[in-house]
C-alpha cells in the first residue's frame, strides 16, 4: 500500500493496538532454571495452573534445541535488559518525536546496539511530527473552586493566551455525543466520563481510547468549543494520561485533554447532582514544523539466508511526561537484549536477526510506515515480525498469523516457549502498531501476549518511570523473544507469505 494509506490505517489503528481479544493469563511465579532434556512437550512443560482459551491447544511434541536452552538459561541468569532501560531513562529520559530527547535517543540506540555487538548498525532518517506541550493548568470555577489535575491530549491545538471557560456537558460514549442535540452542545466543554476497566490482557483500553482519539472531532461538529475527557487509565492517581488524538478536515480544532482520574469522578458527582458546573483551563500546546528522527536498526546476520530476516521490533520515542520505561523502555531493552544473546551462543542463525528500534510511534507511526517504504522490496524476505510494547509484564500466550501452511512451524516454535510458562493459542496474532505495514504487506506475525494487570495505572502519565519495571518478568520477556527469534531464524522452512483473508484485521 502506499505511504499515505499505510499511515492512515496506523492512525486509526493507534486506539485499539491494545484491543485485541487475548486470552487472559493467571499471574504465576517465575519459573526455576530452565532444564534441557532431550524431549520436552508443550503439555508437560506448560505450568499446572495455566488457564486456557476456547481456541488454545498444546502444540506438538519437539525435540529440544540445545541453543534455545541455553538462551532461556542466560535471559534468567545473565540478561543485561533491566540495565538498559535504566540507562535510556536515565541517560535520556522523556523522547518525544522531534524533541531533543528523541534526538539524544537516537544517539543512545546508535551507541548501544554497536555496544551489544550488533552488526550493520545505522538510522534510517524519518520525519516525525514535531508537537510541543507547552504550559498547562486547570480550574473548576462552579459550583465549588478547585485546582484541576490536568494535560494536553497529544497533537491537541492551544486555548486563547487567556484561556478557555464554559459550561460542562457531560456524555460517556462517542455514541451518546452524536445523539446528542446540538443545542445543548454548543459553546460548551465536553466532558467525556467514560471509565477504563483493568483487565489482565488490556481489552479495556480499546474499549474506551476511541473516545481519546476522536472525541474531539465528534464534539467540535455539535459546536462545542472544548474537551475534556477522564484519563484512560486504570489508577486513582492525581497524574492525568496523555496520548494521541486526532483532527478531521473541515471540521473545527477545538483544544482537548485529560483530567486525572480523581478530578474527573469529582466533575462526574457534581453533574450528577444537578449543578451547573463551570471549568477554565489553559493548554499552551503547538504544532512545529516536521523534524528529522530516525528508526534505529541493528542486526545478527545469517550464516545461510542472510537476505532473510526475523524482525524484533520496539519503539523508541516515548511522552513526554515521563520516562518512557515501561512504554517502550522495557520492549527496546527485551529486543537489543534477545539479540545479545543470540551473539553470544558462538553460532550464527541461518536467518539474520534485525532489530528495529522504530520512531513515532506515539503520535504519528512514521516510523513504521517509513520501514515498509524503505523496504519494501524485502517484505517479502521477511521470514517473521513481532513487536514487544507492554511493559516488562510477563508473556503467557503466542498467537500467530500464519498461512495454514506454515502452522507447523509456527506451533514448533510455540512448543519451545512453553517451559517459559506461556501457552499457545490458536487464534490469529494481530501485531504491534508498528507492525501494521508489515501486517498489509503479508508478513508473517508473531504476538508474544503480555500481562497487562498494572500497565494501564502509569502508561502515558509522568509515573511512567524506571520502578515500575520488574526485572524478573522483564526476563522472561527476554527469554521468550530470543527463543522465538532464534527458532523462526533457524527453521528449515520459509514461512509462506499470509493470505488476504486471513490479514483482515
Known sequence: MSARSALLLATLSLTACSAAEIPTPERAAPPAAVPAPATTTASAAA????????????????????????????????????????????????????????????????????????????????????????????????????????????GSVGTPPKGLEGEIVMVESLDAMAAMDEAKVKGKIVFFSAPM???????????????????????????????????????????????????????????????????????????????PVRVSFSLGAKLLPDAESANVIGEVKGREKPDEIVLLGAHLDAWDLGQGAIDDGAGCAAVVEAARLVLGLGTRPRRTIRVVLFANEENGLRGAVAYAKDHAAELDKHQLALEIDLGSGRVHTTRFLVADASRPVAERIASLVSPLGIQYDKAPARGGADLIPLHAAAVPIVDLHQDATNYFDVHHTANDTLDKVTKEDLDQVVGAVATVAWAAAEAPETFARVPEELRKR
Open 47 to 154: 505450568p499446572a495452573t495455566a488457564s486456557a482459551s476456547a481456541s488454545a491447544a498444546a502444540p506438538a511434541v519437539v525435540p529440544r534445541d540445545p541453543n534455545v536452552d541455553k538462551l532461556q538459561s542466560a535471559a534468567q541468569t545473565d540478561s543485561r535488559a533491566y540495565d538498559m532501560v535504566r540507562s535510556l531513562v536515565d541517560e535520556v529520559g522523556p523522547r518525544l518525536a522531534g524533541s531533543l530527547g528523541d534526538k539524544a535517543a537516537v544517539a543512545w540506540a546508535l551507541r548501544t546496539l554497536k555496544d551489544k555487538g550488533l552488526e550493520n548498525v545505522r538510522a534510517e532518517k524519518v520525519m516525525v511530527p514535531h508537537w510541543e506541550r507547552g504550559q498547562e493548568s486547570g480550574r473548576l470555577v462552579a459550583p465549588y473552586a478547585h485546582t484541576l489535575a490536568i494535560t494536553a491530549l497529544g
Open 197 to 275: 476497566t483493568r483487565t489482565s490482557d488490556g481489552s479495556g483500553y480499546g474499549k474506551v481510547a476511541g473516545i481519546r482519539h476522536r472525541g474531539a472531532v465528534a464534539a467540535a461538529k455539535k459546536g462545542a468549543i472544548g474537551v475534556l475527557l477522564r484519563s484512560i487509565g486504570t489508577d486513582h492517581d492525581r497524574l492525568p494520561h496523555t496520548g494521541a488524538m486526532g483532527y478531521e478536515k473541515d471540521v473545527p480544532k477545538i483544544p482537548a485533554a485529560a483530567l486525572a482520574v480523581p478530578d474527573a469522578e469529582l466533575l462526574a458527582r457534581l453533574v450528577g447532582q444537578g449543578k
